[in-house]
């Protein structure tokens, strides 16, 4: 389980962070929308040690806008750079048909908040057995295996997409 | 460092090691709602 300093992200973030039982981070919103955040250990890229991001949140009904949240959720992704000279793999599925959504708004808010230079984006989709599937990782460019990453990430993206010879 | 080819059988078994990952991150997550006694409609981003 990844540790993070909830100190260091609430200087940040706009919506106080905490940690759940079992070791997310938890917040809430004002208008009473809950998210937790997840780092789930993955298989190493380019031998770099390497966690898939999950993000839930749990409403009653479709949540209006709100800049808070992006804020609050890059405050964590931030401070996991900070700690952690790791990889950050996102991925979304197409298992109710938004995920290209969901990876422009990921993205989005990356290219909009990320310090200039700081890091480097990859991102990849395939069709695989009938279903979409769109992934991202974002490294820190100061990561010493920054080329392998890329290269391991981009070789297994070009193998999905070129298909079963 | 030289990066080696990496075939479609190889990359396919990542993938779906990757969506397990995410799916197990799910169901933990699912539960860790109602441990702390909040219920709604669940949705991962």
């Known amino acids: 389980m990844i540790q993070l300093s909830l100190a260091d992200i609430n200087q940040k973030s706009p919506y106080q962070v905490v940690k ?9 919103t004002s208008l009473d929308i809950h998210y937790l955040i997840s780092f789930e250990e993955e298989e190493p890229l380019g031998q770099c040690d390497t966690f898939q991001f999950v993000i839930q949140k749990l409403d009653m009904q479709r949540s209006p806008h709100d800049p808070k949240v992006e804020q609050t959720i890059l405050a ?3 401070q996991f750079f900070i700690e952690h000279l790791n990889v950050l ?10 995920e290209a959504n ?3 708004l990921f993205l989005s808010w990356f290219q909009k ?8 984006i990859r991102s990849a989709n395939a069709t695989v057995e009938g279903k979409g599937f769109y992934a991202a990782i974002i490294v820190e460019n100061r990561n010493p295996l920054l080329q392998a990453i890329t290269e391991d990430f981009d070789s297994t993206a070009q193998a999905l997409t070129e298909g079963k010879p | 460092m030289k990066t080696k080819k990496i075939t ?11 969506i397990e990952v995410k799916r197990n991150a799910e169901r933990r997550m699912a539960e860790e709602w109602k441990a702390m006694g909040l219920q709604g409609n669940i949705v991962t981003l």
């Open chain 1, 20 to 28: 759940a039982p079992n070791g997310d981070f938890f917040f809430a």
């Open chain 1, 76 to 78: 964590i992704i931030n």
């Open chain 1, 89 to 98: 793999l996102y991925m979304c599925d197409d298992s109710d048909g938004r």
């Open chain 1, 102 to 104: 969901r990876n422009r």
């Open chain 1, 113 to 120: 908040h990320a310090e200039p230079n700081r890091f480097t």
């Open chain 2, 8 to 18: 479609y059988e190889q990359a396919l078994a990542r993938l779906k090691r990757s």
